[in-house]
């Protein structure tokens, strides 16, 4: 009994975290009716995991339930992504300012070391990049003593990441020095700046905020 339920509990993981990948890279179109059956052969899996995966990507705001029984990839919007920016920047902004308040040395060493392992990340391919990225940007953060804020934060962030992978990619947003904002964010946390860190936090986010909203359109 017990290894039959840890092959689900496994098999449930794996379909949650491939369909993850699949709705923030867009691989599944916003909009898109997630049929089980077609899940089931692209993941190659039972029809239980996929349905369990698509209950917890509800619960990340990936997934919406369409009827009693079925799920589509959820909607995007000039006005949704907005406000998952606003709700950013203000909460970041929160967080980044108790994680400089209680700022030790134990956060100092690991906020070198995502900041060191991102930059050699972006020498190692777009998957590699995207996953130190966000724990350099939670790092930032990690130190507030706000478990709550900070998960709403990563929600957050793989939200707005979904649309980055949609709409970026562009000429104008590849003129952007990424390496050099970061450099200086992660500077300004180090000095326990936390009016400068702030600042360049929430620049950095509407920058890019800017221009993926320019690219929506209306």
């Known amino acids: 009994m017990l290894d039959t339920e840890g092959k689900e509990t496994s098999a449930t993981h794996g379909a949650y975290r491939r369909l993850r990948e699949m709705i923030l890279k867009g691989e599944l179109p916003a909009g898109e009716k997630l049929k089980i059956e077609q899940l089931r052969g692209l993941l190659n899996t039972g029809a239980s995991p996929v349905r369990e995966a698509l ?13 009693q029984r079925g799920f589509r990839a959820a909607p995007v919007s000039k006005s949704n992504f907005e406000e998952i920016l606003m709700l950013r920047c203000n909460l970041e902004e929160t967080a980044l300012r108790a994680s400089i308040a209680n700022a030790s040395a134990d956060w100092e060493d690991r906020l070198i070391l995502r900041h060191h392992h991102m930059k050699k990340a972006g020498q190692q391919g777009v998957t590699s990049f995207e996953n130190a990225h966000k724990a350099f940007h939670m790092a930032l953060l990690d130190n507030a003593g706000l478990p709550m804020l900070l998960r709403y934060c990563s929600q957050l962030y793989d939200l707005n990441i979904r649309y980055r992978n949609l709409a970026a990619g562009g000429a104008s947003y590849q003129k952007r020095d990424i390496a050099a904002e970061h450099q200086q964010i992660f500077d300004a946390a180090l000095d326990h700046d936390a009016e400068n860190a702030t600042r360049l936090l929430i620049d950095h986010y509407r920058q890019t905020g800017k221009y993926l909203s320019d690219q929506m359109g209306g």
């Open 55 to 67: 209950s917890l990507l509800t619960s990340d705001m990936l997934v919406e339930r369409i009827d």
